[in-house]
């Protein structure tokens, strides 16, 4: 049997990986991060959001709660692109269930918190920020993420059945979307007013 050759594995991924990096600022994302004022801006996201999630947080059930530790991760997704809302989201994910366990660590809620963040940065890096911009990617976050795959890792974790906990899930998400949404506008109308050498995505050309 031949073996197969590495280009022909890189052919298809090149033409994917521009596309991605064009539309999404993936490769400017990880080039902007690397700076220290970057980093700097990305570890007070990351405390930021620790706060948020870990202490500021309205408990609904065990695995249920009202939580805003994803603003400081949209907000860095806002700056620095999708790369630096992945790293902070992770970050702030592995670093709170340390300081502040509310139970077993489990990389499944990591994975969670790594699409969340991926999700706000494609969503909001280098544009205009409008309201179905805010409203597309609360919904994608909120019900993709929330509702179905993290009632799955609930399941693995305590037994629970799915569907019990994706519709408790999906009451909650849908009445905190509506905050949500109005709250990233609010948001999106921050980044204007920093400095200019924080603001890597700005101004935000249209797709």
């Not at 539309?23 to 994302?29: D, E, L, M, P, Y």
């Not at 902070?88 to 994910?93: H, I, K, P, R, T």
């Not at 909120?142 to 899930?169: E, I, K, P, Q």
């Not at 609010?186 to 101004?203: T, V, Y």
Request: net charge positive; charged share 10%; aromatic share 12%.
């Amino acid at each position: 049997m031949k073996p197969v050759r590495l280009s022909l594995i890189k052919a298809p991924v090149k033409p994917i990986w521009r596309l991605l990096d064009g539309r999404f600022g993936f490769a400017q994302s990880a080039r902007v991060i690397r700076s220290t004022r970057a980093l700097t801006v990305c570890g007070m996201m990351v405390a930021l959001s620790i706060v948020l999630g870990r202490m500021l947080v309205i408990p609904l059930s065990q695995d249920l709660r009202v939580s805003f530790a994803y603003l400081p991760i949209a907000m860095s997704g806002m700056l620095f692109g999708p790369m630096a809302a992945v790293m902070c989201a992770v970050l702030a994910d592995i670093i709170g269930a340390n300081l502040f366990p509310s139970g077993p660590f489990f990389i499944g809620f990591t994975l969670s918190a790594a699409l969340a963040g991926l999700v706000w940065g494609m969503a909001f890096y280098r544009l205009n920020i409008r309201f179905w911009h805010c409203l597309v990617a609360v919904m994608v976050v909120n019900f993709g993420v929330h509702v179905c795959l993290n009632s799955y890792w609930v399941m693995l974790l305590y037994g629970r059945a799915w569907t019990l906990r994706a519709a408790a899930a999906l009451l909650k998400n849908t009445v905190q979307s509506f905050a949500d949404v109005m709250l990233l506008m609010l948001m999106s109308l921050l980044p204007a007013r920093f400095p200019k050498s924080l603001r890597a995505g700005i101004p935000y050309p249209e797709r």
